[in-house]
């Protein structure tokens, strides 16, 4: 029987430091533009998380060597892609699979991805993903009958687009797409996520010429990449978020090393807000600490440089252990909310309130369709102790929260759907225990 629950004993106030692991987010896309290097590519902090090593599995059946020499130190070499189609079944375990548009594209000038997997927080439409491929100069036709997009890459790419609204990872594959573009390539209202920075520096330190100018970015094609020197991944800002949130809910101590603080700021600004202790050491180490009381906070998600809608649900645990009333507000994704009706089983006081927006189809960031019903607001009266219950993890990042719920509960819970937690956690249990809390793997 396959082990895909956590046990856990609730009550324990955390305390000691944390070593974050490389970002998932940088690191998957760095593996993928790594497909586009003529030389071979060292990533040193890649996190060995399911998610990576889903992609790995994925792109050498592409014929891609790509082996860790050591325990977070990958090395690609690509001088052995063959395949131009995306396997269909480990494609829908990783929506980032959707990226290989660019090396395939510009490697054999067709190729065949299927749709997108990951979690379902939302459709997600791919759509503008496809428009902005297309403007630059490829064609792509969606089979119906195969659940594959043909597409086909005739002449260079080249010319513009301007994003209806910014999309993270429409901007990193279109990025992508244009370094070996025809002249000079502009993409406007780009997204403007730290981690598209980050594959923006790994790309021009391999030879590429992308420059940033606040939303709108340049790309000068050239004509190949070479990598001189392993590049490093940042630490992942999601994670810093929830050991921090579990440090101070858990009425305990929490000390972050190596932390991503820029990439993080709106997060830091409003655990000042709660009245608690977020405080940057003079070694550039993060210090978050419970002092007493937590103040209720509501939060609006948004794209960089706001809340950021991975956030959300770590912090729907944190306002349970504030006295009073808070809002949690998404605007990024529709169905961000999975963790709500879990968490009424620890005795969590959440709701979903009506909300009313002028101009709903551009205050939220999705494709905003009238009369579908959203539920896109919760309310969340917090101080009420929470006691053990059985929970079920339905996407990652809610997956987090709920475990800190359990962590902060009194007594027992058991939560299933490791597996999905651990797409986005490396080492998760051990770097709990070390704090003083109580989970195993059952």
Request: one cysteine or more.
């Amino acid at each position: 029987m396959t082990e895909d629950a956590y046990a856990i004993t609730g009550g324990s106030k955390l305390k000691g430091r944390v070593t974050l692991s490389g970002a998932k987010n940088v690191a998957l896309k760095t593996v993928i533009a790594a497909l586009m290097f003529e030389s071979k590519v060292v990533l040193e902090n890649v996190p060995k998380i399911s998610d990576v090593l889903e992609l790995l599995h994925l792109v050498r059946k592409l014929g891609v060597k790509a082996e860790f020499t050591a325990k977070n130190t990958l090395e690609i070499d690509s001088s052995g892609l063959t395949e131009n189609k995306v396997d269909l079944l480990h494609a829908s375990k990783t929506r980032v699979s959707f990226m290989l548009f660019a090396p395939l594209l510009h490697r054999f000038k067709k190729c065949y991805i299927p749709n997108p997997g990951g979690c379902r927080i939302g459709a997600r439409p791919v759509d503008r993903i496809i428009k902005g491929l297309e403007k630059l100069g490829a064609l792509i036709v969606y089979n119906h009958e195969t659940g594959y997009y043909e597409a086909y890459l005739d002449n260079s790419v080249h010319g513009s687009y301007t994003f209806e609204k910014p999309s993270h990872t429409g901007t990193e594959l279109l990025l992508m797409f244009s370094v070996f573009g025809n002249g000079k390539i502009l993409l406007e209202n780009a997204a403007l996520e730290p981690e598209i920075d980050e594959l923006i520096n790994f790309l021009n330190e391999g030879g590429a010429e992308i420059q940033r100018e606040g939303k709108n970015i340049r790309i000068q094609g050239v004509d190949k990449l070479s990598q001189t020197k392993p590049f490093h991944i940042i630490a992942d800002s999601n994670e810093a978020v929830t050991f921090a949130v579990l440090g101070i809910a858990s009425k305990g101590e929490v000390i972050i090393e190596n932390p991503p603080v820029d990439h993080i700021t709106e997060f830091i600004n409003k655990i000042k807000e709660t009245g608690n202790t977020a405080e940057l050491l003079k070694n550039n180490n993060l210090r978050f600490a419970y002092k007493g009381k937590i103040k209720p906070v509501s939060v609006e998600t948004a794209p960089h440089p706001g809340f950021k809608t991975d956030w959300q649900p770590n912090w729907a645990v944190l306002m349970t252990q504030a006295k009073g009333i808070s809002y949690i507000h998404e605007k990024v994704f529709e169905n961000r909310f999975s963790y709500v009706t879990e968490l009424q089983k620890l005795g969590v006081q959440i709701a979903f309130e009506t909300v009313k927006v002028d101009n709903p189809e551009e205050f939220y960031e999705f494709h905003y369709e009238r009369n579908k019903g959203y539920q896109q607001k919760i309310k969340i009266t917090g101080g009420y102790p929470l006691h053990g219950g059985a929970l079920n993890i339905w996407d990652l990042r809610a997956g987090a929260s709920l475990i800190i719920a359990a962590l902060c509960a009194n007594g027992g819970s058991v939560v299933s759907g490791a597996s999905i937690f651990e797409r986005g956690y490396e080492d998760f249990i051990d770097k709990v225990q070390m704090l003083g809390g109580k989970i195993r793997k059952i």
